[in-house]
C-alpha cells in the first residue's frame, strides 16, 4: 500500500474538438510521467531490489503497459463510460474516438473496468493484482540454462507465492465464507488475463502511432516500447548483456539509449525528457 505511486496529472487543458494529434500526445506526456514512478513503486515491492538490475528492468520492460492500465481501471471504476487517464483528463469513448484504431481498446478497457465494479475490487486486492503483474510478467521468457537464472527464477516464484498469500490474506479480511473466497480469487486472476490481452493490442496501436510518426513519444516510453517489442517478438532466451550496456535495443535511436538506467539510478528523478 505504502509503495503507490502518487496521482499524476496532465496540467495542461485540452482543446476541443479534441484531435487525434493531441489526444496522443497527452496520453504518451501522461504515459512517460508515470513511467518514472513507476519505477519507484517497483522497487518499494518487498523482495523487488534482491533481483539484479538487469532481472528488474527486464520485468518492467515485459509489463508496464499492463501496470498502466491497472492503474487506469481502479481510477475509472467509479465513473462509467469514461476513462479516468489523470484526475485532469478523462475521455468517453466519443472523444476517444478521434484516435484511429483507439475504439476497440477503449471498449475493452470499458469492459474490463466494469468487470472490477461488479467485483467491487479493494484497494489491498488491487495493490496486490498489480505486483502479480510485474512479478508474473517474463516467467515464460526466464531459461532454464545457466547457473544464476534457476536461482532467480527461484526468488521470483518465492515472492510470486508472497504476494498471492498478501492477495488471499486481503480476501479473507472480508469475511466472506471460504467456498467465496476462493471463488474470489479466481476471479480476481482471472481479471489479469483481460490486462494482459487489452494489454497487447494496446502495445500494437502505440507501435502502429509510432511508425506512423503521429505523435512524439518520450525517451523513457520510447525506450520501454523498443524493449517491450524486442521481448515479445524474441523466441530464444534473452542473451546475457553487459551491465554498461542495460538498455540497448536494436534499431533504437541514439537519443534513448541511456533514459531508462538513468531513471533507475537512485535520486535520479527521471522522464520528462524531450519527445523523439
Known sequence: MEAEPPEIYLMKDMNRPLTEANVMMS?????????????SWAKKIPGFVEFGLLEQVHLLECCWLEVLMMG??????????????????????????????F??????????TSRVRELKLQREEYVCLKAMILLNSNMC????????????????????????????WAIAKSGLPYRQQYTRLAHLLMLLSHVRHVSNKGMDHLHCMKMKNMVPLYDLLLEMLDAHIMHSSRLPPR?????????????????????LSN???????????EPQ
Open 27 to 39: 496520453l504518451t506526456n501522461l504515459a512517460d510521467k508515470e513511467l518514472v514512478h513507476m519505477i
Open 72 to 101: 487506469l481501471m481502479w481510477r475509472s471504476v467509479d465513473h462509467p463510460g469514461k476513462l479516468i487517464f489523470s484526475p485532469d483528463l478523462s475521455l468517453s469513448r466519443e472523444e476517444g474516438n478521434c484516435v484511429q484504431g
Open 103 to 112: 475504439s476497440e481498446i477503449f471498449d475493452m478497457l470499458i469492459a474490463a
Open 141 to 168: 521468457l526466464i531459461s532454464s540454462e545457466g547457473s544464476e537464472e534457476p536461482q532467480s527464477r527461484s526468488k521470483l516464484l518465492r515472492l510470486l507465492d508472497a504476494v498471492t498469500d498478501a492477495l488471499v
Open 239 to 259: 542473451p546475457q548483456q553487459d551491465p554498461g550496456d542495460l538498455t540497448e535495443v536494436p534499431d533504437r535511436p541514439p537519443s534513448s539509449s541511456s533514459s
Open 263 to 273: 531513471t533507475w539510478m537512485p535520486g535520479s528523478t527521471g522522464g520528462g525528457g
